[in-house]
């Protein structure tokens, strides 16, 4: 006989949407189970910086931030090239402060500001701070035996699974070895990282995106939320017209008396789909767990994918990261390519973009190089001055040696332009062209061809101690390259929901007890790329507003 269970809301996946969905729901009373396909909870936002953008929230309030009422809509009526922002995206407007309040009062999830955090481009309406929130550390001991549940952080990217946070933090790293203060600031950090360790078998200074999962797990679990891991979803269960439950592997059922919420992560990794939309070889950096579960069990409830979308994924560059077993990793470039001492060229050896810029845009720009029929490929480029200080991609910097990513392959080096460029197989005499002109300007901190340094978020990814352009410095000496490919933080293209997050069919009727948040969410940004946070956002606040919504409660806003 198959195990029936009866919650008032089942929510399917464990990432920040679905929990945020989870712990507003268990808040206003209801009885709730989260299923997780994975044996680890926290999906692809386990993995992430953690960011969320929220326009005129209550830290950047709070701090004394002052910006006009309608300047992120503004801004985000550029960004997203409307005259009228949609319904869906007034509400995040609107109801994204609310969210971050109900949080911050209500639950462990505890936010700072990023108040030195700019949008991502310049313009009408954008900001130099204020819009931006990160979760603070999170003590994991706090999470007592779920922490052994917690997807740990992506190893190709922490330091010996010990994560590092933006801002100051990661500052320090950079700067060990030229301040004191730093470098004791990472000695103990890693005498700390050690000890757990020794004593947990991980880290439990939590921070980044592990931290946010790790304080809405200890949310849900304070409001007995119950959390089933290796649980993956069969098909959903109907009452009528109604979504009234879902079957789990192994013949378990689930009778979720007020409705489901899907929340699996998007289909980056469903090769079909992938196929389908993208047209082109795509590595995600997200889990592997993410093959699209929640929009087909949506499909099959009669709920469709949007189709008008700009982007169909949130592009970043990436480089494979060789695995003794088992599939490459996908180390995303997030951070490196706006640091003095870097330059990236295409499969020609020319630049083609600003290397400072938005990941995304920077995706896009090599796609547009790209000749038909040929796979996006570029090289990101350093002097051996940056790859001690900050790293290439996996190949860690100072005090870590390098023999290892070159013997693997993963890091090229050379001992000039000449010599890397026959490494890699480009034009040696193209690629010294290029990083002549490039060190040319660099010198005197100019850009001519791309106006790198120039906006706010270039100067904020480079090195404030790097005069006069904190993203430019003239490359010498020793040369290292790391081969990039197209991907991807994750999938755009979700199922199309109402302001409530509501699942709708093709006539635009709302079908009966099915939600959809996070990438499972048709992106409400229509497929564009604002700023940093603009997943994890609208995620946390539209999972909000569904357990808002299957709660039946109603708020200054409205449901």
């Given at each position: 006989m198959?195990?029936?269970?009866?919650?008032?809301?089942?929510?399917?996946?464990?990432?920040?949407?679905?929990?945020?969905?989870?712990?507003?729901?268990?808040?206003h009373?209801?009885k709730?189970?989260?299923?997780e396909?994975?044996?680890?909870?926290?999906?692809?936002?386990?993995?992430?910086?953690?960011?969320?953008?929220?326009?005129?929230?209550?830290?950047?309030?709070?701090?004394?931030?002052?910006?006009?009422?309608?300047?992120?809509?503004?801004?985000?009526?550029?960004?997203?090239?409307?005259?009228?922002?949609?319904?869906?995206?007034?509400?995040?407007?609107?109801?994204?402060?609310?969210?971050?309040?109900?949080?911050?009062?209500?639950?462990?999830?505890q936010?700072?500001?990023?108040?030195?955090?700019p949008?991502?481009?310049?313009?009408?309406?954008?900001?130099?701070?204020?819009?931006?929130?990160?979760?603070?550390?999170f003590d994991?001991?706090?999470?007592?035996?779920?922490?052994?549940?917690?997807?740990?952080?992506?190893?190709?990217?922490?330091?010996?699974g010990?994560?590092?946070?933006?801002?100051?933090?990661?500052?320090a790293?950079?700067?060990?070895?030229?301040?004191?203060?730093?470098?004791?600031?990472?000695?103990?950090?890693?005498?700390?990282?050690?000890?757990?360790?020794?004593?947990h078998?991980?880290?439990?200074?939590?921070?980044?995106?592990?931290?946010?999962?790790?304080?809405?797990?200890?949310?849900?679990?304070d409001?007995?939320?119950?959390?089933?891991s290796?649980?993956?979803?069969?098909?959903?269960?109907?009452?009528?017209?109604?979504?009234?439950?879902?079957l789990?592997?192994?013949?378990?059922?689930?009778?979720?008396?007020?409705?489901?919420?899907?929340?699996?992560?998007?289909?980056?990794?469903?090769?079909?789909?992938?196929?389908?939309?993208?047209?082109?070889?795509?590595?995600?950096?997200?889990?592997?767990?993410?093959?699209?579960?929640g929009?087909r069990?949506?499909?099959?409830?009669?709920g469709?994918?949007?189709?008008?979308?700009?982007?169909?994924?949130?592009?970043?560059?990436?480089?494979?990261?060789?695995?003794r077993?088992?599939?490459?990793?996908?180390?995303?470039?997030?951070v490196?390519?706006?640091?003095?001492?870097?330059?990236a060229?295409?499969?020609?050896?020319?630049?083609?973009?600003?290397?400072?810029?938005?990941?995304?845009d920077?995706?896009?720009?090599?796609f547009?190089?790209?000749?038909?029929?040929?796979?996006?490929?570029?090289?990101?480029i350093?002097?051996?001055?940056?790859?001690?200080?900050?790293?290439?991609?996996?190949?860690?910097?100072?005090?870590?040696?390098?023999?290892?990513?070159?013997?693997?392959?993963?890091?090229?080096?050379?001992?000039?332009?000449?010599?890397?460029?026959q490494?890699?197989?480009?034009?040696?005499?193209?690629?010294?062209?290029?990083?002549?002109r490039?060190?040319?300007?660099?010198?005197?901190?100019?850009?001519?061809?791309?106006g790198?340094?120039?906006?706010?978020?270039?100067r904020?990814?480079?090195?404030?101690?790097?005069?006069?352009?904190?993203?430019?410095?003239?490359?010498?000496?020793k040369?290292?390259?790391?081969?990039?490919?197209?991907?991807?933080?994750?999938?755009?293209?979700?199922l199309?929901?109402?302001?409530?997050?509501r699942?709708?069919?093709?006539?635009?009727?709302?079908?009966?007890?099915?939600?959809?948040?996070g990438?499972?969410?048709n992106?409400?940004?229509?497929?564009?790329?604002?700023?940093?946070?603009?997943?994890?956002?609208?995620?946390?606040?539209f999972?909000?507003?569904?357990?808002?919504?299957?709660?039946?409660?109603?708020?200054?806003?409205?449901?």
């Amino acid at each position: 006989m198959s195990q029936v269970m009866e919650c008032d809301v089942l929510v399917i996946g464990s990432g920040a949407s679905g929990l945020a969905a989870a712990v507003t729901a268990a808040s206003h009373g209801l009885k709730v189970i989260v299923a997780e396909k994975s044996r680890w909870l926290g999906g692809t936002s386990a993995w992430s910086g953690g960011w969320l953008w929220v326009p005129r929230n209550p830290l950047a309030l709070a701090e004394g931030a002052v910006e006009a009422q309608d300047a992120p809509e503004r801004y985000l009526r550029e960004q997203v090239h409307g005259d009228t922002l949609s319904e869906v995206q007034r509400v995040y407007l609107q109801r994204g402060p609310e969210m971050v309040e109900f949080f911050q009062r209500n639950t462990a999830v505890q936010f700072y500001s990023g108040s030195s955090m700019p949008d991502m481009r310049d313009g009408e309406g954008s900001a130099r701070g204020g819009r931006s929130l990160c979760a603070q550390p999170f003590d994991g001991r706090q999470l007592g035996e779920w922490i052994e549940r917690l997807r740990p952080p992506l190893d190709i990217v922490s330091l010996f699974g010990m994560g590092i946070a933006g801002g100051a933090d990661m500052a320090a790293f950079f700067n060990a070895r030229r301040s004191p203060k730093s470098a004791w600031h990472v000695g103990k950090r890693l005498l700390r990282h050690a000890r757990d360790l020794l004593r947990h078998g991980r880290g439990m200074h939590l921070v980044n995106g592990n931290a946010l999962v790790a304080r809405l797990l200890r949310s849900a679990l304070d409001l007995e939320v119950q959390l089933l891991s290796a649980s993956p979803v069969v098909r959903l269960l109907r009452e009528g017209e109604r979504v009234s439950g879902a079957l789990l592997d192994g013949g378990r059922q689930v009778i979720a008396r007020r409705g489901v919420v899907l929340a699996c992560g998007g289909f980056a990794h469903d090769p079909q789909r992938l196929a389908d939309r993208l047209g082109h070889r795509h590595h995600c950096a997200a889990p592997l767990d993410n093959s699209g579960d929640g929009l087909r069990l949506g499909e099959a409830a009669g709920g469709f994918l949007g189709e008008d979308l700009a982007h169909d994924a949130a592009w970043a560059p990436v480089s494979l990261v060789p695995r003794r077993n088992g599939p490459p990793g996908r180390f995303p470039h997030l951070v490196d390519r706006g640091k003095p001492g870097f330059i990236a060229v295409d499969g020609e050896g020319r630049r083609f973009t600003n290397e400072a810029d938005c990941y995304h845009d920077f995706m896009n720009h090599l796609f547009a190089r790209t000749p038909a029929g040929q796979e996006p490929c570029a090289w990101m480029i350093c002097d051996r001055q940056a790859q001690r200080r900050f790293g290439i991609g996996w190949a860690k910097p100072w005090p870590f040696p390098i023999r290892h990513y070159r013997r693997c392959g993963y890091l090229v080096e050379g001992r000039d332009a000449r010599e890397l460029a026959q490494r890699c197989g480009l034009d040696p005499q193209r690629l010294t062209a290029t990083i002549e002109r490039f060190n040319q300007h660099a010198r005197v901190g100019h850009d001519p061809d791309f106006g790198r340094g120039q906006s706010a978020y270039n100067r904020a990814l480079g090195d404030p101690a790097n005069a006069p352009n904190p993203s430019l410095r003239a490359l010498q000496g020793k040369l290292y390259a790391v081969r990039l490919v197209a991907g991807s933080l994750g999938t755009f293209a979700g199922l199309r929901t109402d302001e409530a997050a509501r699942v709708l069919d093709r006539q635009g009727q709302v079908i009966a007890g099915l939600h959809a948040v996070g990438n499972d969410m048709n992106s409400i940004m229509g497929g564009y790329y604002p700023s940093g946070g603009i997943t994890l956002g609208p995620g946390m606040t539209f999972g909000y507003l569904a357990g808002l919504a299957l709660a039946g409660a109603v708020t200054e806003g409205g449901v």
